[in-house]
């Protein structure tokens, strides 16, 4: 497919080390760069490649054992579905936009919703301080490609309450976040840092998370000039926890993305081929209506 019969069908960013597209197409989306004014190529994405070759959790690999195909085919879905719609509804959030709870009717996505916005307006209380959601990022020496859920800077003092909230946290009579008060002096310290967050919902927070957060931040140093991203995080909704949610940090760096990025080409045999896209008109009919004469 030529680079002006892809135009037409995504939206091409352009980014510091490539210009990247990123084609929608259903509930997939699928990236081609190009460097130097070169024809765009295919890129994989980092979730295409740590699905491939990353280590499989033991827990899934044990359900998968009990349950039937239809079973584990029909709960990909749901859960890939709800995932989607949860991870728009938080952008919507964060963009300021309102949601409607009715979109969103099951107990899960309810809790999930109002857990993160607890979460949000802690570690990130003023919304016109600059960051920016669903930023697209690049490697095109990897030919891989992502989109990082938000990026922006914020107060050492909330990341450090935040990644262990049962000492630091409590709730006020609002339901809001703040300080027990024996850490009334965290915010004494006024340093602030440039950070990703991606948003997770999943059963649990898997090696595999890590590694996609330390790509991430990787490839956005690469993809932007200015202040680089010096922390990653992925957090993810778990009601099991007291707070309803478990915010990790990623130590990783990129060597751990690479080496699955090397299995993954590894167990391929090659580079894959991209993906079969079909275009269509940009409208149809069936029949030329005609005005009959004596009607």
């Known amino acids: 497919m030529s680079d002006n019969e892809l135009d037409d069908l995504g939206i091409t960013y352009q980014l510091s080390n490539c210009e990247i597209m990123r084609l929608e197409v259903d509930d997939e989306h699928y990236y081609y760069g190009s460097t130097s004014g070169n024809e765009k190529q295919y890129f994989m994405s980092v979730t295409q490649i740590l699905d491939i070759g990353a280590p499989f959790p033991e827990g899934l690999r044990q359900y998968l054992r009990v349950t039937s195909y239809e079973e584990q085919k029909d709960r990909l879905e749901f859960t ?16 300021k936009q309102p949601l409607n709870m009715v979109d969103y009717p099951s107990q899960f996505e309810k809790d999930a919703i109002v857990t993160f916005i607890r979460m949000m307006k802690f570690l990130f209380p003023d919304p016109n301080v600059k960051h920016q959601t ?12 992502g989109t990082l859920d938000f990026e922006g800077f914020v107060d050492k003092w909330r990341i450090t309450a935040l990644l262990d909230p049962t000492k630091y946290l409590e709730l006020d009579s609002e339901g809001d976040f703040q300080l027990q008060d024996r850490f009334i002096n965290m915010p004494d310290d006024k340093r602030r840092v440039h950070i990703i967050i991606d948003w997770k919902f999943t059963g649990r927070n898997m090696y595999g998370h890590k590694v996609q957060v330390a790509a991430y931040k990787t490839m956005f140093n690469k993809s932007f000039r200015g202040r680089p991203v010096s922390r990653a995080f992925a957090w993810r909704y778990s009601p099991k926890h007291k707070y309803g949610f478990d915010f990790t940090e990623s130590r990783l760096d990129y060597n751990s993305f690479k080496r699955i990025y090397r299995t993954t080409l590894e167990h391929l045999g090659e580079f894959p081929e991209p993906p079969m896209i079909r275009r269509y008109p940009k409208s149809v009919q069936l029949y030329e209506q005609t005005n009959k004469q004596g009607d």
């Open 134 to 145: 669903e930023l697209i990022v690049a490697d095109p020496d990897l030919r891989t490609a």
């Open 80 to 95: 890939g579905s709800r995932g989607k719609g949860l991870h728009d509804a938080l952008d919507q959030l964060i963009k």
